[in-house]
């Protein structure tokens, strides 16, 4: 069974008890190991190494949960280590909240933009749809 991990993503590592495999953090987070070692790649996640054997912390399972986070809002990787990063920065958490607000409202605005053309393009569907049905009514009747 899996640990619980700690609520902040900057606990320095040497205070973590909680060890994870590649497999379990896949298994938790529905998503392959292949992805979970592409976002290490990226620098979003550091684990250790027992040999050629990865050993994530709770540290990297929660960073893992906000890379995923991240994504699920639509965010691109270079956002999200960005948001990571600030943990690190002096501004600390009242930067990394800024900065989140600010690609939040971004995102926002996105997507209501993204919704706006959809229901537009519904709309037209809809009269393409009826303009449509009313030659195909149109012909069947005439026959």
């Known amino acids: 069974m899996l640990q619980r991990a700690r609520a902040s993503p900057n606990e320095a590592d040497s205070t973590d008890k909680e060890r994870y495999s590649i497999t379990q953090l896949a298994r938790e987070f ?39 986070r991240g994504k699920r809002l639509g965010f691109s990787l270079k956002e999200i280590a960005n948001i990571l990063d600030m943990y690190a920065a002096e501004r600390g958490e009242t930067g990394q909240l800024q900065y989140m ?6 995102q926002r605005n996105h997507l209501v933009k993204q919704r706006d053309d959809i229901d537009l393009t519904l709309a037209e569907l809809d009269v393409i749809e009826s303009q449509c049905r009313q030659r195909l009514n149109a012909m069947v009747s005439s026959n």
């Open 30 to 68: 529905d998503i392959t190991t292949r992805a979970i070692r592409f976002y290490e790649d990226r620098g979003l996640i550091s684990p250790g190494r027992s040999g050629t054997t990865r050993i994530y912390t709770a540290r990297d399972r929660v960073r893992l949960k906000l890379v995923l």
């Open 101 to 106: 607000l600010d690609r939040l409202e971004e």
